[in-house]
Each structure stands twice: as structure tokens, then as C-alpha cells.
């Protein structure tokens, strides 16, 4: 059986595809979806393990690739040949997948918080492992305990400042989830598991932004060291925002994003530069 996602739909205009982050869903993008709405067709996948989607019973069955393809398959059922593909970590991974397997069904890609993969195969198996533990732990533990630790990293650090009913909504949307959902989702498409892309990277046909937080340090490294390795990138990145800019900072993300989505240049590198830290 291959990979399935689910999708739900709004607005009018180009198409435009959303994919969220782990633990996240279609609905995660909240703001930001609805602001994009207005001029789009937004088409916001649950990704494999997911929110609507089924749960992945055989990891090899939805690793990356195979998800691309299940996403490829499942706009073309859409009667969408060719979309913008926006995705958030896990799903800026993915989307970055499509765009390298993919090049004809991507006109333009926007990764926030993204990474080709680890490099380093080393590294790579000491991060399968430990998504092998943390999928294992949700399984045997539950789903409070396990969303109260994983917000709890320093990576989400910064959205302590958010205010306490928002932070309680996306509390609340990731306990909504499933345990066995995200620990198949670890399994099949962990960071770990995945065939590193910066080798593919020149490869890339279409225009990209990279985003990130200011106080996401790691990643505005990545999205740096991505930017140089593709043939049409750029970098913008969102003072005062860490891992979720989406989140953190709605008006500031659309603020990069839609001037990069019209393909309107000039204004895109206004406002990376407006934003940058």
C-alpha cells in the first residue's frame, strides 16, 4: 500500500500547496492559510500519520519519496498539474522532495524552517535511532506526556511569548493527533530515514525561498547553506521568530512569502531585506 494524505481545500486562484510541520495538520497554518486564501487555491495536505491521513503501517511504504508521489497523485485528482509548494520543517522537507523527484508538478517553492536532510551518515543513523526511541516512547507513554516534552525543547523556545491562548490552542491541536500516527510518522519519514538532497540540490528547477527565524540559529545556517547550493534561491529571515515564523510572526511570513509567490523579484528581495536580522 503507498502512502496516503488527505487535503482540504479554499479559496480560488493558482494553486497553492501547504504542508505542515510533525505533530502539525492542514489546519496548522492558521492565519497564514486564510491570508493566502484570498488570492489562492490553497490546497493544505494532513501528511501521512496526520491529521485525516491513514497511518502508515509499513514506514517503507511512506518515506519521502513515496509521499511525494502520493501528493503529486493526489493534486493531479484535483486537476492540478503544476502548483507552488510552501512546507513547514517536516514538510518543507517534503516539498523539497517533490520539487527534486517531481521538477514538473513545482513553479515555485517556499521552505520555512527546512533542511535536505544530515549529510553525514554517521550522524544520519544516530538520528534513526533516536526517532526509533522518541516513536517508541509515544507509543508506550501516550500523547500528553509526549506533546508536553516535545514543546518543551529549546527549539520551540520562543513561543513562550505567545499569548497563553494560543499556546493552549496548539497544545490542544497536537493532542488531537494520534500516538500511533506519530510514532509511524517518525519511523517512515524522520529526519533519520531520509536520503539526504544536498547532493540534488543544483538540480532544482524552481525558484525558492528559504525561510527561517532570527533565533533559530541552526536553521538560518541551513537555509544559507541551501541558498548557495540552489540555482535560484533566496534567503529571508524574520527578526524575533524561532522555529514556527508562521506562527510566531503571521504578518511578517506573508510578508515575505506572497511578493515571492506573485514572482514580483524586486519586492522579494525588499522584503528579505526588510526582514533580515
Known amino acids: 500500500m503507498s ?7 479554499s479559496g480560488q486562484g493558482p494553486p497553492l500547496v501547504l504542508l505542515h510541520g510533525f505533530t502539525g495538520s492542514a489546519t496548522a497554518w492558521g492565519d497564514v492559510a486564510r491570508g493566502l486564501a484570498r ?13 485525516a491521513a491513514s497511518i502508515p503501517r509499513d514506514p517503507g511504504h511512506a518515506r519521502l519519496p513515496e509521499v511525494a508521489g502520493a501528493l ?3 493534486l493531479a485528482a484535483l486537476g492540478v498539474d503544476e502548483a507552488d509548494w510552501v512546507g513547514y520543517s517536516m514538510g ?5 522532495q517533490v520539487a527534486a523527484d517531481h521538477p514538473d508538478a513545482v513553479r515555485a517553492l517556499v521552505l520555512e524552517s527546512g533542511s535536505p536532510g544530515i549529510a553525514d551518515s554517521v550522524e544520519r543513523a544516530a538520528r534513526a535511532a533516536a526517532d526509533a526511541r522518541l ?52 519511523r517512515a519519514m524522520g529526519t533519520g530515514t531520509q536520503e539526504p538532497l544536498w547532493e540534488r540540490l543544483g538540480g532544482v528547477r524552481s525558484r525558492t525561498l528559504l525561510l527561517a527565524g532570527a533565533l533559530d540559529v541552526k536553521y538560518c545556517a541551513i537555509a544559507h547553506a541551501m541558498a548557495a547550493a540552489l540555482p535560484d534561491a533566496r534567503v529571508a529571515i524574520v527578526r524575533g521568530a524561532g522555529h514556527a515564523v508562521h506562527l510566531e ?17 524586486a519586492s522579494a528581495h525588499a522584503a528579505a531585506a526588510v526582514l533580515s536580522a
Open 92 to 96: 518543507a522537507r517534503t516539498a523539497l
Open 249 to 265: 510572526h503571521p504578518d511578517s511570513w506573508l510578508d515575505a512569502v506572497e511578493p515571492f509567490l506573485d514572482g514580483t523579484r
Open 72 to 74: 503529486v497523485r493526489a
Open 3 to 9: 502512502a496516503e494524505v488527505a487535503a482540504q481545500v
Open 135 to 186: 516513536a517508541e516512547s509515544i507509543e508506550r507513554d501516550g500523547l500528553e506526556r509526549f506533546v508536553d516534552a516535545w514543546l518543551a525543547q529549546p527549539l520551540f523556545a520562543s513561543q513562550a511569548s505567545l499569548p497563553d491562548d494560543v499556546r493552549a490552542r496548539e497544545r490542544a491541536r497536537r493532542l488531537d493527533g494520534r500516538a500511533a500516527g506519530y510514532a509511524a510518522s517518525l
Open 39 to 51: 488570492h489562492r487555491r490553497v490546497i493544505a495536505f494532513d501528511l501521512p500519520g496526520h491529521g
